[in-house]
């Protein structure tokens, strides 16, 4: 079956840590996103790749770092530099060409820092 | 920047009975796309519905339809014959037709509880 795996589904980390969240797709989609989820705040875009070897800053990088070496791919580093890194990450993908594509989202990874 | 405001943090609706959620989205630009996403308890996020903003008529997907006013700026969700599994954390997402990225710009959602 074709989806977004996101792992581990809880993660623990003590301050000052970095970690690296995991998301792979086998939806053959180029673009990849990663949003922060907060309680009362929706989704909030951190980073997004439209291509391999490529990647924007969305409206809350800062404290976040991306990679896109393979399509398949898109793995995320809250680094200690991320004030408030306890949250709810989601990770999606979708076609390119068009917006009224969907994006498909992973089932999450939440990320608690103490 | 565009924004997205979802003004009910939370509604109920009675099994079988109709419930609108609310949704507006401020924006300069004429051609754009908006979309309803669900979140279950498993917080894995589902495709409601979609609309085209060049499009006059309303989306319908089975139960849910939407109530779009380009000109008020305005994209209300109507679920019929509410269910059950109807119960979940609901979100308006708007999407820039113009802009590189595809981003989804959210609103912070509406939680519906469905009572039986």
């Known amino acids: 079956d074709g989806g977004i795996t996101q792992s581990p589904k809880y993660l623990f980390r003590k301050e000052g840590q970095n970690v690296t969240l995991s998301c792979e797709q086998n939806l053959n989609h180029d673009a990849m996103y990663w949003y922060r989820q907060d309680p009362g705040q929706g989704l909030r875009l951190i980073y997004y790749s439209q291509i391999v070897n490529d990647f924007q800053k969305g409206d809350i990088a800062e404290g976040y770092s991306v990679s896109r070496e393979k399509k398949e791919s898109f793995p995320l580093t809250v680094t200690s530099a991320q004030k408030n890194p306890t949250a709810f990450y989601l990770c999606?993908?979708?076609?390119?060409?068009?917006?009224?594509?969907?994006?498909?989202f992973g089932p999450g990874t939440r990320l608690t820092v103490t | 920047a565009q924004t997205v405001t979802q003004s009910q943090p939370e509604m109920s609706v009675q099994e079988a009975e109709t419930v609108t959620l609310s949704c507006t989205y401020d924006t300069s630009e004429s051609d754009y796309y908006l979309f309803w996403y669900k979140q279950p308890p498993s917080r894995q996020m589902i495709l409601v519905i979609r609309q085209e903003a060049y499009k006059q008529q309303n989306a319908t997907e089975n139960r849910f339809s939407v109530n779009f006013q380009k000109a008020a700026k305005s994209f209300s969700l109507k679920i019929s014959d509410s269910q059950l599994g109807d119960a979940a954390m609901y979100f308006c997402a708007y999407r820039s037709a113009l802009e590189y990225g595809n981003k989804l710009v959210f609103g912070a959602g509406t939680i519906l509880r469905v009572k039986s």
């Open positions: 999606a993908s979708s076609i390119t060409g068009s917006p009224s594509y969907e994006q498909y």
